[in-house]
């Protein structure tokens, strides 16, 4: 067989894959939208009214070219930045077979990080605050998910129950920090307000000529985007990478190989515990420039990033344009509500409806591969044994 | 009139005829084996006869009328009885249970236990299959495990037998009560089609062999027109090495030595009680035993998967008993395991993937925590040739290959390295015989370039045909040691099964069951 002719093969199958991969989650978002619709239509609603107004809101308007736009686009870039942080975050656990589903809470102490060391090193210029308190976030979160992974390397406790419990924990905790020692002495349930220089800056400070107008995006959302990058090396073609697909692949051969299960499981679940740490930082710094009690505010970024990180279907870069998917409808829906008076909480709906199709096709694959399986198994390759 | 005729049964999978217009006869009080290398159609067309599957064209005739199988219900009721190698029984209930699953006599709705059994009971009498109707079939062994599946087949009313592969997990002594029960069967006008790709199997017990070849019936013969060499011809298509020509070994220094091991299983029992053995440059230790008798934990705790509790292992006079599997590697030691599929590959990994598994961390493959893809992809194009990996890209991913080939994989990588120490378990299951030739033949030329071989299987002609030494294990220790030449597989068979132990007097024990240690 001639190299060329191989290559070829090769490439054409990995374009097959790909449309494979990429087709089911594209068809749950579609499914979704269109049940959405019925329910809109149920309730006596428009719905080509109602996606008008979330793709306006979302997106602008072709006639309003520029300002309406990129405003509308700052706004859901704006909003997908968390969530491809937190779904970096849920994916890199899933890696390693990991269900990280106390994200929340890692990403909550990364939060109050940020709006404590945002406070205390206010008098350092910006190029070199902003980074110690990113560092200084990631390292908060990652120090939450770290208990549970010694629990789970060491004595096999399940990661969805420690997390969850930590997240809770990291919930109060955090709500505690808030009322008492970062407390804003005039207003309740905030910390004060960050000094100006460690803001992650929106993006129209950087292409002033081009963003007429100031938008929501900060540059948060440049981090997001290279950190989505930086995680793909890492799984591809690091030896941390490596062992975290193995393990996660099949734990028993790894081990054969050498490669030690716990502590890949204690690098993966803090790895994405840094991730969600960032994701809160970015919130604060890009943001809210404070941090809120989220027991009362409660934005659950974290439980959002399962939902991209399933989306995606744990690869990095998908994490990007499922986060934009979701920071489009959390975008959109507020002019949804307000043009065609369909209630924002619509966009909950279609949002569980894709999660929930694209588990459904879990279970399809499933059964297409237990299908499979058991034809191979009668195709007289008596293999198995 | 055959009992059961077969016309031009074709079955397509995705890819492959697996069936390509099969015809096949067998009268009543017959015995055919059906032989035949893995994936050449047989179990496949005995699926068709069960109703397992569907075929793609041809037609089934049960006493010379045209029948239609669709589910194994009505293959049941035609009288059609299946043994799958798998065994497909329900361990925590009793032999009775199991046996009328899906047919329990009831009055009332209640069942009724006393008939159940006492029908059990004249089965077993009859045939000769000796079983414990009240026993649960968890407590029970293989081979009684496999009497319990073909009385189930009987209770059923079944007058055509189908046996899948039914000695592969078989004692000797086990495989020759099973043809004598297969022979009472025929002889009560039962018909019997077996399943095999062993060739001693078909001479000593088959009436007449129909030989497949990718999907197509090649040939028909009987025991007496033929031998073994001229069936593995006609299964194979060209001449086949059995036994691999080796020159004597060359036994040199001790390079693994294992003390007094003593390791747990998973109950926290002792799997191994007391284990010590050597295994010399240049040689190939063979283990032989039933599955179960403490190889798995032997293996597991010399490449440390497994924490021995007591005892010691050292590689070359290095201590290796409390080593981490990265350790271990490092320290010279090869593991190609008994299940690939579990243990051996990643199957979402790609070839090169797999291929560094094990040496992925270190030079020449990594180095500062970052994998140097271009070497490791040269590696693997050159490993996949050197070891005939049939693939067309080495970014196939393992779980798309075949056994043999994802054998040939496990065994590239782990020669690859350059090992002091090879530790084959159950290296060639379920493999066919031109790739157990290939794997054979490896494992010799590392013994000749003067590495030492651990070999443990339940394979005895493998064990036979490779070792300089045997060890044979039975319930956690090494039971009797043979030099190659003294044994044979009546004399391992013997001390497999714990005949030294039960036979209470010495005198019934074949000689030489003194251990020789190293005596070549």
Known sequence: MSETHEASVIRERMWMKALRTAGVPLLSVVLAMAIGSIIIAASGKDPVAAFGALLTGAFGTPEKWAIGNFKAIGDTISRATPLIFAGLAVAFGFRANLFNIGANGQLLLGSIAAAGLGLALAGLPSLIAVPLILIGAALAGASWAFIPAILKAKVGAHEVITTMMFSWIGLYLTSWIIAGPLADKTVSSQTPMLPEQVWLPTLDKFLPALLRVPVRAHLGFVIAVALAFLVWWILKRTTLGYSVRAVGYNPLAAQNGGISIGITTVYALCISGALAGLAGASEVLGVQHRMFDEVSAGSGFGFTGIAVALLAKNHPIAVIFAAILFGALSAGSSMMQLVANVPDKIVTIIQALIIFFVGAETIINWLIKRRQKLALEQKGATDVE | ?520
């Open chain 2, 1 to 520: 009139m055959p009992v059961l005729e077969l016309r031009e049964i074709t079955k397509v999978f995705p890819g492959v005829r697996a069936n390509d217009r099969v015809s096949f006869a067998l009268e009543r009080g017959e015995i055919v084996a059906l032989l035949g290398e893995n994936g050449a159609g047989k179990s496949t067309l005995m699926n068709v006869v069960y109703g397992l599957l569907g075929p793609d064209g041809g037609e089934v005739l049960v006493d010379g009328k045209p029948v239609r199988i669709r589910t194994p219900r009505d293959a049941i009721d035609l009288g059609i009885g299946m043994v799958h190698q798998h065994f497909m029984l329900v361990e925590p209930l009793t032999v009775t249970e199991n046996i009328i699953l899906g047919h329990e006599p009831s009055r009332f709705g209640v069942i009724d236990f006393a008939t159940a059994r006492a029908k059990v009971s004249e089965l077993s009498a009859r045939y000769g299959l000796k079983v414990d109707p009240d026993a649960r079939v968890a407590d029970l062994s293989v081979g009684m495990q496999q009497r319990v599946e073909i009385l189930k087949a009987l209770y059923q009313g079944a007058r055509i037998l189908i046996l899948d592969e039914p000695t592969a997990v078989l004692t000797p002594q086990e495989v020759r009560e099973l043809f004598a029960v297969v022979r009472t069967l025929v002889a009560e006008g039962l018909s019997v089609v077996l399943i095999t790709h062993k060739l001693d199997e078909v001479m000593g017990v088959a009436d007449r062999v129909v030989v497949m070849r990718d999907g197509r019936v090649v040939g028909e013969t009987t025991p007496g027109q033929t031998d073994q060499v001229g069936l593995a011809r006609m299964m194979v298509g060209r001449d086949v090495v059995f036994r691999v020509e080796k020159a004597p070994a060359k036994p040199a220094e001790a390079v693994l030595e294992v003390r007094d091991l003593v390791v747990l299983d998973e109950r926290k029992l002792d799997a191994l009680k007391g284990v010590s053995l050597t295994v010399r440059a240049g040689e190939v230790v063979g283990i032989a035993g039933v599955d179960g008798n403490g190889q798995r934990e032997l293996v597991e705790a010399i490449v440390g998967l497994r924490r021995p509790k007591s005892g010691s292992i050292s590689l070359r006079d290095k201590d290796i008993t409390h080593a981490s599997p990265h350790a271990t590697i490092e320290a010279g030691v090869s593991h190609v395991p008994e299940d690939r599929h579990r243990r051996g590959l990643v199957l979402e990994f790609d070839l090169a993937e797999n291929l560094v598994l094990g040496d992925q961390a270190g030079p020449p493959y990594a180095s500062g925590g970052v994998m140097h893809t271009k070497v490791i992809d040269e590696t693997a194009r050159t490993r996949v040739a050197d070891y005939d990996v049939r693939t067309p890209s080495i970014r196939v991913l393992a779980g798309a290959l075949s056994g043999g080939n994802q054998q040939k994989l496990v065994l590239a990588r782990e020669l690859g390295r350059n090992p002091d120490l090879l530790i084959a378990a159950q290296p060639t299951r379920g493999l066919d015989v031109g790739a157990i030739e290939f794997v054979h033949k490896r494992i010799l030329a590392e013994r000749d370039s003067g590495k030492a071989v651990l070999l443990v299987s339940m394979e005895l002609e493998e064990i036979m045909s490779l070792s300089d030494r045997i060890l044979v294990m039975y319930e956690g220790k090494v039971a009797v040691e043979f030099s190659a030449g003294e044994a044979d597989a009546e004399r391992i068979g013997f001390f497999m099964t714990g005949g030294a132990k039960h036979s209470g007097s010495a005198a019934t024990a074949p000689k030489s069951s003194v251990a020789e240690a190293g005596a070549l």
